[in-house]
């Protein structure tokens, strides 16, 4: 079996890239032959015979001059669409394969995608991240483009679903809405995000004397869904004797710094970038607990299968979080090594994170307890595994 995995982005470092690069690495290794092609606002194509990749160039170039005409304007977003689903057609023209793995497009749902997903029809096995239309919607963007392409996630991506060969989403929550939208008329499967466990070392924990708690957010790219405000909100609110100071590894949205100057928690939280995985373990060994994503509702989800917490884990560092994690819920195993807080827009308690750092932190084998789990439940090789055997049964029938 052949396979085409189809990613709209580059290879600029991101989170997201680093997983879709591994996954192709994996599926590999795993005997599933498997090529990416990644549709890129680069200037020329670029292959990457290593990892077998290659970069497809797609540029809104000889754009018609009805474009620019009064009204028709607004419908230079259907263009753009337009060129984005030839640049892929005439990209698989060159390729042989028997299923294409494409990371949901959002913002590409319009009758450019249903006309793809026709003439591709069966071919297509769709993964999705995030409930589409709730985070679409959460960019508050106005205008027409944005009225377009939501009109279209709502009216026609569903149309051009129903032409997929199957679909696969990270947490149930999600393939429930993706199976809803095509009357479960296409075959589904739940498939977590996994991580490279071994690709980070298990922490040193430093000495906790009661008196000062270190919180990490490894935030990655910034978004709503991280919540980082819940937790500068909670800060400001907590009267309690231990002092509590946050680190952030990443970026974060550009209205946090405007409240950490309203709150004057300026000397209580460090913002330290982005970080490689050796500087990254240095901080982890620096911080008692971590914080994992506390707004995965601002993106219609109380379930989710996040990376952030899937590196806490690798790490060995106790983490609270709001939502419901696919592989760490109802396990007595991992249960006493994070906090559940709220799923809503609450100000984070910073006195139940006290006194759940307090409990977890007496418990010396906790790094180690917490890697093991990693290894057994969310290495991304048991992933990749899952989706190497859906994507061969799909392929048989």
Sequence with gaps: MKLIYLYSGGMQASGVQKKVVNKIKALNQLGLETKGLFISSANKEVNYPDLNIKVIPYQITNVPKIYSAPFFWRFHVYYENKIFYETIDVALQEEDFDLILFRYPIWYADFNFLRFMKKYHKKIVFEHNTIEIVEMQAYNREGFRQKYLLFNENKIAPKALKHAKGIVGVCGEITDYEAHRVNHKVESRTIANGFDVASVRVRTPPAYNKQELTILLSAGFAGKWHGVDRLIE??????????????????????????????????????????????????????????????????GLQEASTLKTREYL??????????????????????????????????????????????????????????????????????????????????SH
Excluded at 274 to 299: K, Q, T
């Design 314 to 395: 690798s790490r060995g560092i106790p983490f609270f979080i709001s939502n419901i994690d696919v592989d760490t819920e109802n396990n007595e195993s991992i249960a006493p090594y994070y906090l559940k807080i709220p799923g809503d827009d609450s100000p984070v308690n910073i006195e139940d994170v006290v006194s759940f750092a307090e409990r977890v932190l007496q418990l010396e084998n906790h790094p180690t307890e917490m890697r093991g789990f990693a290894e057994s439940k969310v290495d991304f090789q048991l992933k990749m595994k899952q989706l190497k055997d859906f994507l061969e049964q799909l392929s």
């Design 234 to 299: 909670g800060l400001h609110i907590y009267k309690g004797e231990v002092q509590v100071k946050l680190k952030i590894i990443g970026n974060v949205l550009n209205e946090i710094h405007p409240l950490i100057k309203k709150y004057h928690l300026e000397d209580k939280v460090e913002f330290l970038g982005n970080l490689d995985s050796e500087a990254a373990a240095v901080i982890f060994d620096e911080c008692h607990i971590a914080a994992s994503s506390m707004a995965m509702h601002r993106n």
